[in-house]
């Protein structure tokens, strides 16, 4: 799957989980980052979008790339539960749901997304905020 593929998917996975706009916005553009700065994607992410969201998804996008590490630490020797680190945080549960439900179930190729134009209006109401 390319890059946009997995987010639209994303995108549209939170949708029909019934989240708000930020939400939407914020699954769309996770791994916005990645391209240019991949073992730092998920930081680089939450800075383009953290003027525009509530804090709650801007801490999420940042620190996915330590909570997904559970699906795929092993294969590197990697400590599959460095997330823990993060336990007490009010955004824990928020940011393990969506590396599960909407980052890491978006690899489908045979997933029905909404198209990339559906989601082109969220983003200009989200990015036309007051930063």
């Not at 799957?1 to 989980?17: G, Y």
């Not at 730092?40 to 940042?62: G, K, L, Q, Y």
Request: charged share 25%; with cysteine; aromatic share 12%.
């Amino acid at each position: 799957m390319t890059r946009l593929e997995h987010a639209v998917q994303s995108a549209t996975r939170a949708e029909r989980d019934g989240a708000d706009i930020d939400w939407i916005v914020g699954a769309l553009l996770h791994d916005i980052g990645d391209g240019l700065t991949p073992q730092n994607h998920d930081r680089m992410s939450a800075e383009v979008i953290r003027p525009f969201v509530r804090w709650d998804v801007s801490w999420v996008v940042e620190h996915h790339g330590i909570f997904e590490i559970l699906y795929y630490g092993h294969h590197y020797g990697w400590d599959r539960n460095a997330r823990d680190r993060h336990r007490d945080h009010p955004c824990v549960e928020s940011c393990a749901t969506f590396c599960e439900r909407w980052d890491q179930a978006s690899f489908d190729p045979d997933y029905n997304s909404l198209p990339l134009d559906h989601f082109v209006p969220m983003v200009r109401e989200v990015f036309g905020r007051t930063a």
